[in-house]
Protein backbone atom coordinates (compact mmCIF):
# COMPACT_ATOMS: atom_id res chain seq x y z
CA UNK A 1 0.00 0.00 0.00
CA UNK A 2 1.65 3.48 -0.75
CA UNK A 3 1.41 6.48 1.50
CA UNK A 4 2.48 10.37 1.42
CA UNK A 5 4.05 11.55 4.46
CA UNK A 6 2.80 15.77 5.02
CA UNK A 7 3.20 17.94 7.38
CA UNK A 8 1.54 20.56 8.33
CA UNK A 9 4.25 23.20 11.11
CA UNK A 10 5.87 20.07 11.94
CA UNK A 11 1.85 18.30 12.85
CA UNK A 12 2.41 15.24 10.80
CA UNK A 13 0.59 12.42 9.03
CA UNK A 14 0.82 9.27 6.93
CA UNK A 15 -1.85 10.34 4.00
CA UNK A 16 -3.17 7.23 2.57
CA UNK A 17 -5.52 8.40 -0.86
CA UNK A 18 -7.88 5.74 -1.41
CA UNK A 19 -9.62 7.88 -4.12
CA UNK A 20 -8.43 5.38 -6.88
CA UNK A 21 -9.35 2.33 -4.68
CA UNK A 22 -12.53 2.74 -3.11
CA UNK A 23 -12.35 -0.63 -1.75
CA UNK A 24 -9.84 0.15 0.90
CA UNK A 25 -11.71 1.74 3.35
CA UNK A 26 -14.13 -1.15 4.06
CA UNK A 27 -11.13 -3.59 4.01
CA UNK A 28 -9.23 -2.64 6.00
CA UNK A 29 -9.00 -2.05 9.98
CA UNK A 30 -7.81 1.75 9.96
CA UNK A 31 -8.10 2.03 13.49
CA UNK A 32 -5.24 -0.69 14.04
CA UNK A 33 -3.39 0.38 11.30
CA UNK A 34 -2.98 4.12 12.52
CA UNK A 35 -1.36 2.80 16.16
CA UNK A 36 0.49 0.60 13.94
CA UNK A 37 1.89 2.98 10.89
CA UNK A 38 1.91 5.64 13.52
CA UNK A 39 4.99 4.54 15.83
CA UNK A 40 8.19 6.62 15.65
CA UNK A 41 9.84 3.33 16.41
CA UNK A 42 8.76 0.66 14.58
CA UNK A 43 6.12 2.20 11.76
CA UNK A 44 6.54 5.14 9.59
CA UNK A 45 6.51 7.49 12.50
CA UNK A 46 3.44 10.53 12.61
CA UNK A 47 0.79 11.78 14.76
CA UNK A 48 -1.66 10.32 12.66
CA UNK A 49 -2.98 8.63 10.17
CA UNK A 50 -5.75 10.29 7.40
CA UNK A 51 -7.61 7.80 4.68
CA UNK A 52 -8.90 9.94 1.70
CA UNK A 53 -12.10 8.76 0.42
CA UNK A 54 -14.56 9.19 -2.46
CA UNK A 55 -16.57 12.12 -1.76
CA UNK A 56 -20.41 11.32 -0.02
CA UNK A 57 -21.81 14.76 0.43
CA UNK A 58 -20.98 16.56 -3.17
CA UNK A 59 -16.87 17.24 -2.11
CA UNK A 60 -14.66 16.76 -4.12
CA UNK A 61 -13.04 14.22 -1.54
CA UNK A 62 -13.83 12.72 2.45
CA UNK A 63 -11.08 12.83 4.53
CA UNK A 64 -10.79 10.46 7.83
CA UNK A 65 -8.44 11.09 10.67
CA UNK A 66 -6.97 8.82 12.65
CA UNK A 67 -5.14 9.80 15.78
CA UNK A 68 -1.62 7.73 16.44
CA UNK A 69 -3.93 6.06 19.46
CA UNK A 70 -5.87 4.84 16.69
CA UNK A 71 -9.24 6.65 17.48
CA UNK A 72 -10.94 8.65 14.68
CA UNK A 73 -11.11 12.53 15.25
CA UNK A 74 -13.85 14.74 13.64
CA UNK A 75 -11.61 17.53 12.24
CA UNK A 76 -7.88 18.18 11.66
CA UNK A 77 -6.58 21.70 10.47
CA UNK A 78 -3.24 20.81 9.56
CA UNK A 79 -4.17 17.18 7.87
CA UNK A 80 -7.08 19.23 5.48
CA UNK A 81 -4.36 21.48 4.09
CA UNK A 82 -2.22 18.42 3.57
CA UNK A 83 -5.02 16.70 1.62
CA UNK A 84 -5.91 20.10 -0.08
CA UNK A 85 -2.11 20.13 -1.04
CA UNK A 86 -1.27 17.04 -2.12
CA UNK A 87 -4.82 17.13 -4.17
CA UNK A 88 -4.53 20.39 -6.32
CA UNK A 89 -3.48 20.31 -10.00
CA UNK A 90 -4.66 17.05 -9.77
CA UNK A 91 -6.71 16.98 -13.95
CA UNK A 92 -9.93 15.84 -12.24
CA UNK A 93 -9.86 18.86 -9.87
CA UNK A 94 -7.69 21.46 -11.60
CA UNK A 95 -6.37 24.32 -9.24
CA UNK A 96 -9.47 25.41 -8.05
CA UNK A 97 -11.02 25.38 -4.58
CA UNK A 98 -11.91 22.14 -3.24
CA UNK A 99 -14.56 21.07 -0.73
CA UNK A 100 -13.32 18.12 1.34
CA UNK A 101 -15.96 16.21 3.64
CA UNK A 102 -14.89 15.86 7.32
CA UNK A 103 -16.66 14.57 9.89
CA UNK A 104 -17.74 18.02 11.13
CA UNK A 105 -18.56 18.90 7.74
CA UNK A 106 -17.65 20.20 4.31
CA UNK A 107 -14.54 22.53 4.37
CA UNK A 108 -13.61 24.61 1.61
CA UNK A 109 -10.02 24.85 0.59
CA UNK A 110 -7.70 27.12 -1.23
CA UNK A 111 -4.32 26.48 -2.58
CA UNK A 112 -1.98 29.52 -3.34
CA UNK A 113 0.85 29.49 -5.50
CA UNK A 114 3.06 29.79 -2.86
CA UNK A 115 1.66 26.03 -1.15
CA UNK A 116 -0.46 28.23 1.52
CA UNK A 117 -3.45 26.80 2.08
CA UNK A 118 -6.55 28.85 3.08
CA UNK A 119 -8.86 26.80 4.94
CA UNK A 120 -12.55 27.57 5.56
CA UNK A 121 -12.63 25.84 9.19
CA UNK A 122 -16.79 26.70 9.65
CA UNK A 123 -18.54 28.57 13.15
CA UNK A 124 -16.68 27.57 16.12
CA UNK A 125 -19.58 26.92 19.03
CA UNK A 126 -18.72 27.11 22.54
CA UNK A 127 -19.55 26.26 25.90
CA UNK A 128 -19.90 22.33 27.79
CA UNK A 129 -23.12 21.11 26.02
CA UNK A 130 -21.18 21.61 22.48
CA UNK A 131 -17.57 19.64 23.53
CA UNK A 132 -19.56 16.69 25.15
CA UNK A 133 -18.75 17.38 28.59
CA UNK A 134 -20.33 15.65 31.37
CA UNK A 135 -21.22 19.32 33.65
CA UNK A 136 -21.41 17.11 36.73
CA UNK A 137 -17.44 16.62 37.02
CA UNK A 138 -16.94 20.24 36.56
CA UNK A 139 -15.49 21.99 39.53
CA UNK A 140 -17.70 24.84 38.25
CA UNK A 141 -19.33 25.61 35.25
CA UNK A 142 -18.70 29.50 34.53
CA UNK A 143 -15.58 29.38 33.94
CA UNK A 144 -15.27 25.99 33.18
CA UNK A 145 -13.00 24.50 35.81
CA UNK A 146 -11.50 21.05 36.67
CA UNK A 147 -9.10 19.44 39.21
CA UNK A 148 -6.07 19.04 37.99
CA UNK A 149 -2.88 17.34 39.88
CA UNK A 150 -3.19 19.73 43.23
CA UNK A 151 -4.64 22.54 41.41
CA UNK A 152 -7.81 24.08 39.92
CA UNK A 153 -7.75 24.80 35.69
CA UNK A 154 -10.11 27.38 34.23
CA UNK A 155 -10.95 27.03 30.75
CA UNK A 156 -13.24 28.11 27.86
CA UNK A 157 -14.29 24.86 25.77
CA UNK A 158 -14.88 25.61 21.75
CA UNK A 159 -15.59 23.31 18.85
CA UNK A 160 -13.81 23.83 15.61
CA UNK A 161 -15.80 20.55 14.85
CA UNK A 162 -13.65 18.68 17.50
CA UNK A 163 -13.38 19.66 21.11
CA UNK A 164 -10.83 22.13 23.05
CA UNK A 165 -10.66 23.42 26.45
CA UNK A 166 -7.93 26.93 26.07
CA UNK A 167 -6.24 27.60 29.23
CA UNK A 168 -5.15 31.05 29.22
CA UNK A 169 -2.00 31.09 30.63
CA UNK A 170 -1.81 34.21 32.38
CA UNK A 171 -5.22 33.39 34.74
CA UNK A 172 -2.44 30.83 36.11
CA UNK A 173 0.61 32.77 36.18
CA UNK A 174 2.19 30.29 33.89
CA UNK A 175 3.51 33.76 31.52
CA UNK A 176 6.70 33.39 32.39
CA UNK A 177 7.08 29.73 32.39
CA UNK A 178 8.03 26.93 29.77
CA UNK A 179 4.39 26.46 28.57
CA UNK A 180 5.98 23.21 26.57
CA UNK A 181 6.55 22.12 29.93
CA UNK A 182 3.36 23.19 31.59
CA UNK A 183 1.48 21.38 28.20
CA UNK A 184 2.96 18.17 29.34
CA UNK A 185 2.16 18.17 32.58
CA UNK A 186 -1.60 19.73 32.79
CA UNK A 187 -2.55 17.98 28.91
CA UNK A 188 -2.74 14.63 30.12
CA UNK A 189 -4.12 15.12 33.10
CA UNK A 190 -7.09 16.93 31.48
CA UNK A 191 -7.61 14.83 28.28
CA UNK A 192 -8.38 11.73 30.48
CA UNK A 193 -10.23 13.60 33.37
CA UNK A 194 -14.14 12.12 33.62
CA UNK A 195 -15.36 15.69 32.84
CA UNK A 196 -14.69 15.17 29.19
CA UNK A 197 -16.10 11.55 28.07
CA UNK A 198 -14.60 11.60 25.05
CA UNK A 199 -11.38 13.22 25.86
CA UNK A 200 -10.65 16.78 24.84
CA UNK A 201 -8.03 18.61 23.07
CA UNK A 202 -5.68 21.15 25.46
CA UNK A 203 -4.57 24.06 24.33
CA UNK A 204 -2.34 26.59 26.80
CA UNK A 205 -2.43 30.19 25.51
CA UNK A 206 -0.65 33.17 25.75
CA UNK A 207 -1.31 36.69 24.67
CA UNK A 208 1.66 38.43 23.45
CA UNK A 209 0.39 41.39 21.56
CA UNK A 210 -3.31 41.97 20.27
CA UNK A 211 -2.89 40.51 17.45
CA UNK A 212 0.01 37.76 18.27
CA UNK A 213 -0.29 34.94 20.45
CA UNK A 214 1.79 31.97 20.94
CA UNK A 215 -0.25 28.39 21.41
CA UNK A 216 1.15 25.11 22.33
CA UNK A 217 -1.15 22.21 21.84
CA UNK A 218 -1.37 18.37 23.91
CA UNK A 219 -3.45 16.59 21.21
CA UNK A 220 -6.46 14.08 22.25
CA UNK A 221 -4.82 10.43 21.01
CA UNK A 222 -1.76 11.93 19.99
CA UNK A 223 -0.02 13.80 22.88
CA UNK A 224 2.20 16.86 22.82
CA UNK A 225 2.27 18.10 18.88
CA UNK A 226 4.24 20.88 17.23
CA UNK A 227 0.86 22.72 15.54
CA UNK A 228 -2.90 21.95 15.98
CA UNK A 229 -4.93 23.98 13.30
CA UNK A 230 -8.02 23.04 14.54
CA UNK A 231 -6.68 24.07 18.28
CA UNK A 232 -5.15 27.55 17.00
CA UNK A 233 -8.89 28.13 15.26
CA UNK A 234 -10.10 27.25 18.66
CA UNK A 235 -7.83 29.54 20.57
CA UNK A 236 -8.82 32.62 18.51
CA UNK A 237 -12.23 32.32 19.11
CA UNK A 238 -11.84 32.11 22.87
CA UNK A 239 -9.70 34.95 22.70
CA UNK A 240 -11.58 37.29 20.81
CA UNK A 241 -14.47 36.73 22.94
CA UNK A 242 -12.51 37.66 25.96
CA UNK A 243 -11.43 40.78 24.22
CA UNK A 244 -7.79 39.94 24.64
CA UNK A 245 -6.96 39.00 20.66
CA UNK A 246 -7.76 40.90 17.47
CA UNK A 247 -10.39 39.57 14.41
CA UNK A 248 -6.98 39.30 12.49
CA UNK A 249 -4.21 37.50 14.21
CA UNK A 250 -1.33 35.08 14.09
CA UNK A 251 -0.78 32.30 16.10
CA UNK A 252 2.34 31.11 16.94
CA UNK A 253 2.96 27.34 17.64
CA UNK A 254 6.43 25.12 18.27
CA UNK A 255 6.10 24.29 14.73
CA UNK A 256 5.89 27.91 13.52
CA UNK A 257 3.00 30.27 12.50
CA UNK A 258 -0.42 29.87 11.32
CA UNK A 259 -2.90 33.40 10.20
CA UNK A 260 -6.02 33.39 11.37
CA UNK A 261 -9.36 36.04 10.98
CA UNK A 262 -12.49 35.88 12.71
CA UNK A 263 -15.68 37.89 13.13
CA UNK A 264 -18.42 36.68 14.71
CA UNK A 265 -22.34 36.81 13.18
CA UNK A 266 -23.15 39.19 16.39
CA UNK A 267 -20.11 41.48 14.65
CA UNK A 268 -21.37 41.44 11.08
CA UNK A 269 -19.23 38.85 10.15
CA UNK A 270 -20.12 35.50 8.86
CA UNK A 271 -18.85 33.40 11.65
CA UNK A 272 -16.50 31.63 9.63
CA UNK A 273 -12.82 31.10 11.38
CA UNK A 274 -10.49 30.61 8.21
CA UNK A 275 -6.92 29.83 8.62
CA UNK A 276 -3.81 29.83 6.40
CA UNK A 277 -0.79 27.76 6.57
CA UNK A 278 2.01 25.72 4.64
CA UNK A 279 1.56 22.02 3.92
CA UNK A 280 5.08 20.39 3.04
CA UNK A 281 5.72 17.15 1.19
CA UNK A 282 7.91 14.87 3.59
CA UNK A 283 8.02 11.54 1.34
CA UNK A 284 6.02 8.79 -0.42
CA UNK A 285 6.54 5.10 -0.39
CA UNK A 286 5.32 1.41 0.31
CA UNK A 287 4.44 -0.18 3.27
CA UNK A 288 6.01 -3.48 2.40
CA UNK A 289 4.73 -5.07 5.68
CA UNK A 290 2.48 -7.45 5.62
CA UNK A 291 -0.78 -4.90 6.15
CA UNK A 292 -2.62 -7.78 8.52
CA UNK A 293 0.46 -8.15 9.93
CA UNK A 294 0.37 -4.36 11.28
CA UNK A 295 -3.55 -4.58 12.39
CA UNK A 296 -2.53 -7.83 14.79
CA UNK A 297 -0.04 -5.19 15.92
CA UNK A 298 -2.01 -1.84 16.00
CA UNK A 299 -4.48 -3.82 18.24
CA UNK A 300 -2.70 -4.62 20.56
CA UNK A 301 -0.98 -1.66 21.02
CA UNK A 302 -4.52 0.23 21.36
CA UNK A 303 -5.29 -2.30 24.25
CA UNK A 304 -1.92 -1.64 26.16
CA UNK A 305 -2.86 2.11 25.67
CA UNK A 306 -6.28 1.60 26.98
CA UNK A 307 -5.36 -0.65 29.79
CA UNK A 308 -2.40 1.94 31.29
CA UNK A 309 -4.58 4.91 30.35
CA UNK A 310 -5.32 6.90 33.91
CA UNK A 311 -8.76 8.38 34.70
CA UNK A 312 -8.64 11.27 37.10
CA UNK A 313 -11.95 11.83 39.22
CA UNK A 314 -13.56 15.03 38.99
CA UNK A 315 -12.89 17.01 42.39
Not at 57 to 68: C, D, E, P, S, Y
Not at 75 to 98: D, H, Q, T
Not at 210 to 238: F, I, K, N, P, Q
Request: hydrophobic share 40%; glycine share 12%; with cysteine.
Amino acid sequence: MQFTKMHGLGNDYVIVDALPRPELEATRDWSALAGAISDRHEGVGSDGLILVCPPAAGGHARMRIFNADGGEAEMCGNGIRCVAALLRGRPEFGSEALDIETAAGVRRCRVGQGGAVLVEMGEPRVGPEVCGVVATHLACEDPCVVRSGDRDIAFELVSVGNPHAVVFADRHAWIGEDLSRVVRTIGPQMETHAAFAEGVNVQLLRIDRRDRATLHTWERGSGVTRACGTGACAAMAAAVLAGALDRVATITLPGGDLRLSWTPIDDGGDGVVRMEGPAVRSFTGTLAEDLADLEVRGRAMRTAMVQSADRYPAS
